[in-house]
């Protein structure tokens, strides 16, 4: 077991489905802890962290937001992350340079497709989590429903530590099972008051506490064996293993409340210390011990916002410290970089501070170059951190300045944003020569657009939407030959290649493969390496459409070589035009994007919403009816969502919801 701690950081984020309350919960943690002085409402475009025009106007996140507090003699600093799937990329970075998360469950939808994805993203990353059960206060809100689906859907072992107090409407308060007391908050109350278990929960309580002592023991050696010794587990023991489980990830602590009744938030607070990792609780980046402040400066440059008084970079600052006025190598382009200032962030606020050190999350003014994902070091320890990934875009739309004065101004904010936001790429069409904006959805670049307009003042004319092909094998080639030879002058070009090309299959995700059988070194391993180098340019268009190609598998099956003229650059040259005339000669298919849709609708509105999804090619895969209320799964190809709020809008009488979520690529329809 691990000994117990008390570090004073905790880099938190709040993941969860879009419109689970986040947001609130962040207000709230914000109001308690005494950072703010103020409740923010997001109906009321009055939050703290979603501080940006679009974001009021909209009601959503859009932009990860960072704000500090403390509680308990913990620096908490927390990133409020987007819960809707077009800005994931944002969800992605911060992962990146958390140490743990909050998840945020909607009472009476449990996990919802946007959750599941947050949670695979955390997964990945390998980020501790705690979960919150929101909005108990709800018509239709269920605890056991919602653990179940955590347990179902998340394919975690759910560990809930709270019972509730009263039901919907009448939900008061909790009990907490491992203290084995009760917290009840009055109306308008802003804290609880700490009372004995009340006598109609006793016995369910107790209940309760001993299946959470056996799921515990089952779990954690040292908890095992202090049950199997006593038949219970005390109060230290149990939460020591349950920091254990949660810091390994083989099980999550589930807390419940409601945010917007200001209901369940301070023991959030209380488990967000007791359970999730300090710094210092993390493997370390480099071969020095983690977050160790004496170290050499070790940063990760995670976000970059252009503001009225300059450009700034935040940073997760792994080890060592920074001080104002040091000079710090950029290990991605090679420059050295003055920090002339280090601000705390306080989502469209900052406080100056002297120095940031290890374990601090802090944005920082002077770096001109620095991208999301660069490595911040001292010039004299030069080391490079993985950065996140980034998505691939999905959807494109062409984009225009309406005077043609403006175009200049254009290509400086297009590469202004796209330093900004790496999901969105810019660039220009060589057939049309227009430029053409693509991001991660139809929202993701609405909002991209109203950004050049709001914050920089120009006027632009949008093309229609496009989204991304692809192109695939469906039955392949075998034994195509393929001779390079070039003879100018001098050294001249020798390559001589056998390939078999065929599909990948279903059963791979892998868009590409390449393996070699040729044997008796007709082939260098080295000019092998060149022809898989050649394959994978030439898998940038494909014969159909000029669109990359994925989903393939090629073998080089033989070869030649010429004692002076052959090169890597000639293999290289070989494999690129062997490939080509091979998809050439193949059976080629078109793929488009698709999308996972989830309808949520009056049960009256059901009929006329799967006639509009058969209309747009939709698959209907589920549908379930709970208090009224129909929801609808249906994968559904990108290009036919385009204008789908409205429509969804018109037929529900403004009372349907729907989200998405990517779902890969299917074949297109034949034209």
Same mark, same amino acid.
């Given at each position: 077991?691990?000994?117990?701690?008390?570090?004073?950081? +905790?880099?938190?984020?709040?993941?969860?489905?879009?419109?689970?309350?986040?947001?609130?919960?962040?207000?709230?943690?914000?109001?308690?802890?005494?950072? !703010?002085?103020?409740?923010?409402? %997001?109906?009321?475009?009055?939050?703290?962290?979603?501080?940006?025009?679009?974001?009021?106007?909209?009601?959503?996140?859009?932009?990860?937001?960072?704000?500090?507090?403390?509680?308990?003699? $913990?620096?908490?600093?927390?990133?409020?992350? &987007?819960? $809707?799937?077009?800005?994931?990329?944002?969800?992605? /970075?911060?992962?990146?340079?958390?140490?743990?998360?909050?998840?945020?469950?909607?009472?009476?939808?449990?996990? #919802?497709?946007?959750?599941?994805?947050?949670?695979?993203?955390?997964?990945?990353?390998?980020?501790?989590?705690?979960?919150?059960?929101?909005?108990?206060? =709800?018509?239709?809100?269920?605890?056991?429903?919602?653990?179940?689906?955590?347990?179902?859907?998340?394919?975690?072992?759910?560990?809930?530590?709270?019972?509730?107090?009263?039901?919907?409407?009448?939900?008061?308060?909790?009990?907490?099972?491992?203290?084995?007391?009760? *917290?009840?908050?009055?109306?308008?109350?802003?804290?609880?008051?700490?009372?004995?278990?009340?006598?109609?929960?006793?016995?369910?309580?107790?209940?309760?506490?001993?299946?959470?002592?056996?799921?515990?023991?089952?779990?954690? &050696?040292?908890?095992?064996?202090?049950?199997?010794?006593?038949? @219970?587990?005390?109060?230290?023991?149990?939460?020591?293993?349950?920091?254990?489980?949660?810091?390994?990830?083989?099980?999550?602590?589930?807390?419940?409340?409601?945010?917007?009744?200001?209901?369940?938030?301070?023991?959030?607070?209380?488990?967000?210390?007791?359970?999730?990792?300090?710094?210092?609780?993390?493997?370390?980046?480099?071969?020095?011990?983690?977050?160790?402040?004496? @170290?050499?400066?070790?940063?990760?440059?995670?976000?970059?916002?252009?503001?009225?008084?300059?450009?700034?970079?935040?940073?997760? %600052? *792994?080890?060592?410290?920074?001080?104002?006025?040091?000079?710090?190598?950029? !290990?991605?382009?090679?420059?050295?970089?003055?920090?002339?200032?280090?601000?705390?962030?306080?989502?469209?606020?900052?406080?100056?501070?002297?120095?940031? /050190?290890?374990?601090?999350?802090?944005?920082?003014?002077?770096?001109?170059?620095?991208?999301?994902?660069?490595?911040?070091?001292?010039?004299?320890?030069?080391?490079?951190?993985?950065?996140?990934?980034?998505?691939?875009?999905?959807?494109?739309?062409?984009?225009? @300045?309406?005077?043609?004065?403006?175009?200049?101004?254009?290509?400086?904010?297009?590469?202004?944003?796209? #330093?900004?936001?790496?999901?969105?790429?810019?660039?220009?069409?060589? #057939?049309?020569?227009?430029?053409?904006?693509?991001?991660?959805?139809?929202?993701?670049?609405?909002?991209?657009?109203?950004?050049?307009?709001?914050?920089?003042?120009?006027?632009?004319?949008?093309?229609?939407?496009?989204?991304? *092909?692809?192109?695939?094998?469906?039955?392949?080639?075998?034994?195509?030959?393929? +001779?390079?030879?070039?003879?100018?002058?001098?050294?001249?070009?020798?390559?001589?290649?056998?390939?078999?090309? #065929?599909? !990948?299959?279903?059963?791979?995700?892998?868009?590409?493969?390449?393996?070699?059988?040729?044997?008796?070194?007709?082939?260098?391993?080295?000019?092998?390496?060149?022809?898989?180098?050649?394959?994978?340019?030439?898998?940038?268009?494909?014969?159909?459409?000029?669109?990359?190609?994925?989903?393939? =598998? %090629?073998?080089?099956?033989?070869?030649? !070589?010429?004692?002076?003229?052959?090169?890597?650059?000639?293999?290289?040259?070989?494999?690129?035009?062997?490939? +080509?005339?091979?998809?050439?000669?193949?059976?080629?298919?078109?793929?488009?994007?698709?999308?996972?849709?989830?309808?949520?609708?009056?049960?009256?509105?059901?009929?006329?919403?799967?006639?509009?999804?058969?209309?747009?090619?939709?698959?209907?895969?589920?549908?379930?009816?709970?208090?009224?209320?129909?929801?609808?799964? @249906?994968?559904?190809?990108?290009?036919?969502?385009?204008?789908?709020?409205?429509?969804? =809008?018109?037929?529900?009488?403004? =009372?349907?919801?729907?989200?998405?979520?990517?779902?890969?690529?299917?074949?297109?329809?034949?034209?």
């Amino acid at each position: 077991m691990r000994t117990n701690l008390t570090p004073v950081i +905790r880099n938190l984020g709040i993941l969860a489905h879009v419109d689970a309350g986040k947001t609130t919960v962040t207000e709230r943690i914000l109001f308690l802890t005494g950072a !703010t002085h103020k409740r923010g409402e %997001v109906h009321d475009g009055t939050t703290v962290t979603d501080f940006d025009p679009q974001e009021r106007d909209r009601g959503i996140t859009i932009f990860a937001a960072a704000v500090s507090c403390d509680w308990a003699g $913990h620096r908490i600093n927390l990133i409020d992350t &987007p819960g $809707h799937v077009d800005f994931s990329d944002e969800v992605e /970075r911060s992962l990146r340079v958390l140490d743990g998360a909050v998840a945020v469950f909607d009472a009476v939808a449990g996990v #919802e497709p946007q959750s599941e994805t947050v949670w695979r993203q955390a997964d990945r990353h390998g980020v501790p989590r705690i979960a919150f059960v929101n909005k108990l206060d =709800r018509a239709g809100a269920d605890l056991d429903s919602a653990v179940e689906s955590i347990r179902t859907r998340l394919g975690t072992v759910p560990l809930p530590v709270q019972l509730p107090i009263g039901r919907e409407d009448g939900f008061t308060g909790v009990v907490d099972l491992v203290r084995m007391r009760a *917290y009840v908050w009055a109306d308008g109350a802003d804290t609880y008051t700490v009372l004995p278990v009340p006598d109609g929960l006793r016995d369910e309580a107790r209940h309760r506490r001993r299946r959470l002592e056996e799921q515990v023991a089952e779990l954690h &050696p040292a908890a095992l064996e202090e049950f199997c010794a006593t038949d @219970a587990l005390s109060e230290g023991t149990l939460t020591g293993a349950l920091r254990d489980l949660t810091l390994t990830g083989e099980a999550v602590v589930v807390l419940c409340g409601s945010a917007y009744r200001n209901r369940g938030t301070e023991p959030l607070l209380d488990a967000v210390v007791a359970y999730l990792p300090a710094p210092s609780d993390m493997p370390p980046v480099r071969g020095e011990t983690p977050a160790d402040p004496a @170290a050499p400066f070790t940063a990760l440059a995670f976000k970059v916002t252009a503001t009225a008084t300059g450009r700034m970079t935040y940073v997760r %600052v *792994y080890a060592g410290t920074l001080t104002k006025g040091d000079t710090v190598l950029d !290990t991605t382009t090679g420059r050295t970089e003055r920090i002339s200032r280090i601000l705390r962030v306080q989502a469209d606020r900052a406080t100056e501070m002297d120095a940031a /050190r290890a374990g601090d999350i802090v944005a920082v003014v002077g770096p001109k170059a620095a991208r999301p994902g660069a490595t911040l070091c001292a010039p004299d320890a030069p080391v490079v951190l993985e950065p996140p990934t980034t998505a691939d875009p999905v959807v494109s739309v062409a984009v225009e @300045a309406r005077r043609s004065t403006d175009t200049g101004r254009l290509a400086t904010a297009l590469a202004r944003l796209s #330093e900004e936001d790496p999901s969105l790429v810019v660039r220009s069409d060589p #057939e049309t020569g227009q430029t053409v904006l693509s991001g991660l959805g139809e929202l993701h670049l609405e909002v991209a657009v109203e950004k050049l307009r709001r914050d920089r003042g120009l006027e632009v004319t949008v093309g229609r939407p496009q989204v991304a *092909y692809r192109e695939t094998v469906a039955k392949g080639v075998t034994g195509l030959l393929y +001779r390079h030879v070039k003879q100018d002058g001098g050294a001249g070009q020798f390559a001589h290649v056998v390939v078999d090309v #065929e599909p !990948t299959g279903s059963d791979s995700d892998a868009e590409f493969t390449f393996r070699s059988t040729v044997t008796g070194g007709r082939v260098p391993q080295e000019y092998v390496r060149a022809v898989e180098a050649g394959c994978r340019d030439a898998l940038v268009e494909g014969p159909l459409g000029g669109h990359p190609v994925t989903g393939v =598998r %090629v073998t080089l099956t033989d070869g030649a !070589t010429h004692p002076k003229d052959s090169s890597e650059m000639a293999f290289r040259t070989a494999g690129r035009f062997a490939l +080509r005339e091979a998809l050439r000669a193949s059976a080629m298919t078109l793929l488009e994007p698709v999308a996972e849709v989830t309808v949520t609708v009056p049960a009256e509105s059901v009929g006329a919403v799967l006639g509009d999804l058969a209309a747009r090619r939709g698959r209907v895969t589920d549908q379930t009816t709970r208090s009224g209320t129909a929801v609808v799964s @249906a994968t559904v190809p990108l290009a036919e969502l385009f204008g789908y709020a409205s429509r969804l =809008r018109g037929r529900t009488q403004g =009372r349907g919801t729907f989200t998405t979520r990517p779902a890969g690529y299917a074949p297109a329809p034949t034209p």
